[in-house]
């Protein structure tokens, strides 16, 4: 599949969105874009920071077709200090949900999708989905709930056919494992706040253990449209779900 974005509203203002389209019609990039490409090794990802930058870009999962917007803190815009080393995103069809604690962390899911680490050289672009391979994952504390950090590289990346496990990772881009997590670690320290927190004590599992995560994720996801709780689950594509609606329902409702 073929997805494109539509940017509204002027990038840098509290009414900014962009929108996930297929065929020129808006979708939900939280539950209308399959999680994987190829089972267990290739996933979709969506851009929400690119590489460079440091607005707080991310999924608004409680409104209507779950745009990108910028976090919003104490009425203004909100910016993290340092620019990301890397692409950030998410993985669609994915939740972490707060009735699931992990046995090993001992914290409830974040009530997000689970975030992607992307490595590859390009530049991303907010609103862009790229294919990734599924690397290894970071059991990230974040204020007392459990924020699993994909690590990901594009498979377009001209390293990409050399990099399969994370000890390729170490070979072929050596020092990029200890960058991400430096920054993953310390990105709060500039707002007066400590080091964030790692189980498993703070190592880098393997592809096999993310995976693994990723389905607990997906799985945790389709329960989102059969219990309660405040997130959009309104989608054009999940059949049987009872917020499944029309891409002219979609139109009449946004507009465009």
């Known amino acids: 599949m073929t997805?494109?974005?539509?940017?509204?509203?002027?990038?840098?203002?509290?009414?900014?969105?962009?929108?996930?389209?297929?065929n020129g019609n808006v979708i939900s990039p939280f539950h209308d874009v399959p999680l994987w490409v190829k089972p267990g090794d290739v996933a979709n990802m969506l851009v929400e920071i690119p590489r460079g930058t440091n607005a707080k870009?991310?999924?608004?999962?409680?409104?209507?077709m779950n745009p990108i917007k910028q976090d919003v803190k104490d009425g203004k815009l909100r910016f993290v200090h340092d620019k990301y080393p890397f692409n950030y995103g998410a993985l669609p069809q994915t939740w972490e949900s707060p009735a699931t604690v992990h046995p090993e962390t001992?914290?409830?899911?974040?009530?997000?999708?689970?975030?992607?680490?992307?490595?590859?050289s390009a530049v991303g672009v907010t609103g862009e989905f790229k294919q990734v391979k599924v690397l290894g994952v970071w059991a990230m504390i974040d204020a007392g709930e459990t924020d699993w950090?994909?690590?990901?590289?594009?498979?377009?990346?001209?390293?990409?056919?050399?990099?399969?496990?994370?000890?390729?990772?170490a070979q072929h881009l050596p020092g990029e494992i200890e960058k991400v997590f430096t920054f993953l670690r310390d990105y709060k320290i500039p707002d007066g706040k400590g080091p964030n927190k790692f189980a498993y004590d703070s190592k880098l599992l393997d592809k096999a253990f993310a995976v693994n995560i990723i389905n607990e994720t997906h799985h945790d996801w389709k329960?989102?449209?059969?219990?309660?709780?405040?997130?959009?689950?309104?989608?054009?594509?999940?059949?049987?779900?009872?917020?499944?609606?029309?891409?002219?329902?979609?139109?009449?409702k946004l507009g465009f």
């Not at 997805?3 to 297929?22: H, I, P």
């Not at 390293?159 to 000890?167: D, L, M, R």
């Open 149 to 169: 950090k994909i690590l990901c590289i594009d498979v377009n990346d001209p390293a990409a056919s050399k990099i399969n496990t994370i000890e390729d990772v």
């Open 57 to 64: 870009l991310e999924i608004a999962t409680k409104e209507f």
């Open 3 to 22: 997805y494109t974005y539509k940017q509204v509203n002027a990038v840098g203002t509290l009414e900014s969105r962009v929108y996930t389209l297929e």
């Open 106 to 120: 001992q914290c409830k899911g974040d009530n997000d999708p689970i975030d992607a680490c992307e490595i590859g």
């Open 223 to 252: 329960t989102l449209f059969t219990t309660e709780n405040p997130l959009s689950s309104v989608n054009t594509s999940v059949k049987d779900s009872k917020t499944c609606i029309s891409h002219e329902d979609v139109k009449a």
